[in-house]
């Protein structure tokens, strides 16, 4: 059984906006997949704010360890 870790994915949207999620994953690969099965995104910041994109949007993703 692995440990996950926690990254920090990043969607670059075609508007030129980022919104930033923190999940827990067992690799990078798998953060970047992680939730992004459905169409339309639903991810809530550090701020507490509430962001919905569609993922057809999305240009680029990026991970970093959290």
């Known amino acids: 059984m692995s440990v996950d870790q926690k ?3 990043t969607y670059h949207l075609s ?3 980022k919104v ?3 999940v827990e994953a067992e ?3 798998s953060a970047a997949l992680k939730y992004g099965h459905d169409e339309t995104k639903f991810v809530e910041n550090e701020d507490g704010i509430l ?3 569609n993922l057809k949007d999305v240009v680029l993703i990026s ?3 959290a």
Request: hydrophobic share 35%.
């Open 15 to 17: 508007s030129g906006a």
């Open 7 to 9: 990254f920090k994915v």
């Open 63 to 65: 991970v970093d360890p």
């Open 27 to 29: 690799d990078k690969h």
């Open 51 to 53: 962001h919905k994109f």
């Open 20 to 22: 930033v999620d923190n």
